[in-house]
């Protein structure tokens, strides 16, 4: 009874490793400070909210709604896309609203993916890039994730040297978990480049609005001309409106890929509970000062994690974008591997990171934090930090050195 298929594909979840010392610490009494799960903190905007208690209850918002998306979400939605971006898209054909941008891109993976069907990935890069491929029968082969011109001898290698020819690329920039952006630039040649193999581009735009430099915000993909003949690119009200649990996301782009995207989902969902399909619907169209805000609080949350954390002894660039700083694991500490690391400064410093092993094998030296607490709690975890550092010579002599995975 446990031995099935798609189960057996996936690798085991080395995240749950981390959250069962996490909650044994805790159930001690311990105050972990969490700094893993990239779990917005911040509340969703109050006229967001407010949509939602006027239209809960209303006659027929109870019943089943539409698995694409409501008319009035996916205009707002194209309409976001025409102010920010300057793409135009037909909200009948080129937006499909989904239950968060994950369960669009794994949804993807199903309607694209035939067995055996070879799907490029950067490692390292978020889980389901990956494992949305591999449980719809795929075969990933991994590719660099900075977006620079190196990237392309290595795609270029990719291609030439699948059997069978790749079928997709992903990409997903600002970056989760290594917070690299990309340029338009970058975004003109991975089309030239799909146009030339013939690969579908899945762009995951879920940080767009989590940003720090304000002259120059990140592209979209589809601003390239002509990606729209072979991309779609996903977004989130999680990050940008700190919705993360309403489940609200998008997929936009080539028409025919949504055109399957749209079939698969009609199988398997009614669509997200109508009345927050309102709400997002007023989040998108409503006033943009909580998105500055929220780009304003992350810049803060950031400063201090990087001043603090150098103070500590751990010290690392500030992030351009995204939720998230990925840290290389100080140098005495490496040949442990991200794992074991990051169980160590739960029981010795009291906080919590995401193992970067957990992202790919190529993230072994590095650990993800995310700014989802305070800057009081930041800095109290850059304490804990640089007291554990200051003290490991002296009481982790007898630490046994891990195999690294891989």
Same mark, same amino acid.
């Given at each position: 009874m446990t031995d099935f298929h798609r189960i057996k594909r996936l690798p085991p979840y080395v995240f749950e490793q981390v959250n069962k010392i996490k909650a044994a610490e805790r159930a001690k009494g311990v105050d972990i400070i969490d700094l893993g799960m990239g779990n917005p903190d911040l509340p969703a905007p109050k006229h967001v909210i407010e949509k939602l208690v /006027?239209? &809960?209850g209303k006659p027929r918002t109870d019943r089943y709604s539409a698995s694409k998306g409501i008319v009035g979400l996916r205009r707002a939605q194209a309409h976001y896309y025409e102010r920010r971006f300057g793409v135009k898209l037909n909200p009948e054909t080129q937006v499909v609203a989904t239950l968060g941008s994950k369960e669009g891109f794994a949804n993807m993976a199903q309607a694209i993916t035939g067995p055996g069907d070879v799907v490029l990935v950067p490692n390292p890069s978020y889980p389901i890039h990956a494992f949305g491929f591999l449980m719809a029968g795929g075969v990933i082969r991994s590719v660099p994730a900075e977006p620079t011109p190196?990237?392309?001898?290595?795609? /270029?290698? &990719?291609?030439?040297?699948?059997?069978?020819?790749?079928?997709?690329?992903?990409?997903?920039?600002?970056?989760n978990p290594t917070a690299y952006v990309a340029s338009l630039d970058f975004y003109r040649d991975l089309v030239a480049f799909a146009k030339k193999h013939e690969l579908i581009l899945l762009s995951d735009l879920a940080y767009a609005e989590v940003y720090f430099d304000e002259t120059n915000p990140p592209p979209s993909m589809l601003q390239v001309p002509g990606a729209i003949d072979v991309a779609v690119e996903f977004t989130s009200m999680s990050k940008t409106f700190s919705m993360a649990g309403w489940r609200m996301g998008f997929a936009v782009g080539n028409e025919r890929l949504l055109a399957a995207l749209a079939r698969v989902k009609s199988y398997l969902d009614y669509g997200a509970y109508t009345p927050i399909q309102v709400a997002a619907a007023a989040a998108l169209n409503g006033p943009e000062d909580c998105i500055r805000e929220m780009?304003?609080?992350?810049?803060r949350r950031r400063d201090a994690l990087v001043e603090s954390f150098g103070k500590a002894g751990w010290a690392f660039p500030a992030p351009e974008a995204s939720m998230f700083a990925w840290v290389p694991i100080p140098e005495k500490f490496r040949h442990l591997g991200s794992l074991e690391f990051s169980k160590l400064l739960i029981e010795k410093a009291e906080v919590a990171v995401a193992p970067g092993i957990g992202f790919g094998e190529h993230g072994d030296d590095y650990v993800r934090i995310a700014i989802v607490e305070n800057e009081?709690?930041?800095?109290?975890?850059?304490?804990n930090i640089g007291r554990f550092l200051k003290s490991a010579d002296a009481t982790l002599h007898n630490v046994i050195r891990m195999p690294r995975a891989g």
């Open positions: /006027e239209t &809960a190196a990237m392309f001898p290595a795609l /270029e290698r &990719a291609v030439m040297h699948s059997v069978p020819k790749p079928i997709a690329l992903v990409t997903c920039y600002p970056a780009r304003e609080t992350y810049r009081q709690r930041i800095r109290q975890a850059a304490r």
